[in-house]
């Protein structure tokens, strides 16, 4: 009786993570019994030491181990440019680009009224007050969803006076995508965002 008890914590507590529903929980607890006690050992290790010397860059809100994180103490990185995401999986799916050599700014979330998310939850305040006379261009990267085109928008509002270029990340047609299958909102953004060939 005991074990089960342990076996349910475990599905409940991992059923707790974002995308993991009940079914894969199990799936996950049952790996987790079945593989050697090493193995448990390690993961509880990794998951302790994530929490212990991870935390959220002071300047642009990126996760990093030493403050500030390595892109925002980069001198090398483009100081007239600052991309705004939603959270730093975004930071990291740029990066991986290769692209991109200007900062960042993490707003740690969209707005959504909805679910009580309002300007004030987000660090806003944070990204306007690092726009200085050296800033060009801020590159508004939030997701092409109804609550990321509000925050987009909303951002535009307050950035513009500022005087600093506002601008938006193309959205579209994936890469290697047929027409046939890309729905209407797609479509559209992908015709909205065209721009010349030469």
């Given amino acids: 009786m005991q074990q089960k008890n342990a076996i349910n914590r475990l599905i409940g507590e991992l059923s707790r993570l974002p995308g993991i529903g009940r079914k894969t929980a199990e799936r996950l607890a049952y790996f ?25 860059c002071s300047v642009c809100g990126n996760l990093t181990e030493e403050d500030p994180c390595a892109i925002c103490s980069n001198p090398g990185r483009n100081g007239k440019t600052i991309c705004v995401v939603e959270e730093p999986k975004d930071v990291w799916a740029i990066e991986k680009t290769g692209t991109y050599s200007g900062l960042y700014h993490v707003l740690m979330g969209s707005l959504s009224p909805l679910d009580g998310i309002g300007p ?15 800033v060009e261009e801020i590159i508004i990267a939030t997701d092409p969803n109804v609550e990321g085109d ?16 506002v601008t938006r990340i193309a959205s579209g047609l994936p890469v290697g995508g047929d027409l046939e299958y890309a729905d209407a909102v797609t479509l559209s953004k992908a015709i909205d965002g065209r721009r010349p060939l030469s």
Avoid: M
């Avoid at 998951?47 to 212990?52: A, C, D, L, T």
């Fill in 32 to 56: 987790i019994v079945k593989e050697n006690g090493s193995f448990a050992d390690e993961l509880a290790r990794a998951i302790r030491e994530v929490k212990e010397r991870v935390a959220f």
């Fill in 120 to 134: 004030d939850k987000l660090r806003i305040r944070e990204l306007l007050s690092r726009v200085t006379d050296e």
């Fill in 150 to 165: 509000a925050t987009a928008l909303s951002l535009a509002r307050l950035l513009g006076p500022l005087g600093v270029l």
